[in-house]
Antibody, heavy 122, light 113 residues
Framework: QVQLQESGPGLVKPSQTLSLTCTVS??????????WSWIRQPAGKGLEWIGR???????NYNPSLKSRVTMSVDTSKNQFSLKLSSVTAADTAVYFC??????????????WGQGTLVTVSS | DIVMTQSPDSLAVSLGERATINCRSS????????????LAWYQQRPGQPPKLLIY???TRESGVPDRFSGSGSGTDFTLTISSLQAEDVAVYYC?????????FGQGTKVEIK
């Protein structure tokens, strides 16, 4: 059973860049038919899909965040990463990484990490 | 973006009773090529990540109890818990995977009456 684990600083200063890594275990990140995604959830609020990457490097980003988001994959470490630049307090949230599986033209967020809280504050 | 709207925002149901959650999308999420709806339901217990319950609007994920069922097509969908159990206390989200960006409903909190 694949497992995902987020890691990175829990506190980021305003205007700086948030950087998170998701480590995948129990399966290869290079497997086909998967995308690797980031989703966030402010405290007490709903879910926002940030974007996804496949191991070939193709990305899809939420247009609302696209100008500030960069995702990458490191297949040698079985990891993928998120960078969000110019953060403000509005970016404070629990950040989840997840695996999207493609099934008959649909994609399912079938496996999630536990999430990591990132607070933006000086 | 496709806007997903759930109703109600919260509901309290007695143990063993039925819980029904509605979800409406701002445009159809029916994929005409395979006649499947790109609509999923997730359960999020307190302090936990979301868990996939149902996809294609009505297909249960492996291991999900059969008291959970999904229905609907096009723009209107329903998640039903036929007999509420204590472990079903959670927030439930619908999500469309029809057009990027994927979007979620605001969530429906289910509690025990």
């Amino acid at each position: 059973q694949v497992q995902l684990q987020e890691s990175g600083p829990g506190l980021v200063k305003p205007s700086q860049t948030l950087s998170l890594t998701c480590t995948v275990s129990g399966g290869s990140i290079s497997s086909r038919s998967y995308f690797w995604s980031w989703i966030r959830q402010p405290a007490g609020k709903g879910l926002e899909w940030i974007g996804r990457i496949e191991t070939g490097g193709r990305t899809n980003y939420n247009p609302s965040l696209k100008s500030r988001v960069t995702m990458s994959v490191d297949t040698s470490k079985n990891q993928f990463s998120l960078k969000l630049s110019s953060v403000t307090a509005a970016d404070t949230a629990v950040y989840f990484c997840a695996r999207e599986v493609v099934v008959a033209a649909s994609t399912l967020l079938g496996n999630w990490g536990q999430g990591t809280l990132v607070t933006v504050s000086s | 973006d496709i806007v997903m709207t759930q109703s109600p925002d919260s509901l309290a149901v007695s143990l063993g009773e039925r819980a029904t959650i509605n979800c409406r999308s701002s445009q159809s999420v029916l994929y005409s090529s395979n006649n499947k709806n790109n609509l999923a339901w997730y359960q999020q217990r307190p302090g936990q990540p979301p868990k996939l319950l149902i996809y294609w609007a009505s297909t249960r994920e492996s291991g999900v109890p059969d008291r959970f069922s999904g229905s609907g097509s096009g723009t209107d969908f329903t998640l039903t818990i036929s007999s509420l159990q204590a472990e079903d206390v959670a927030v439930y989200y619908c999500q469309q995977c029809h057009n990027i960006p994927w979007t979620f409903g605001q969530g429906t909190k289910v509690e025990i009456k």
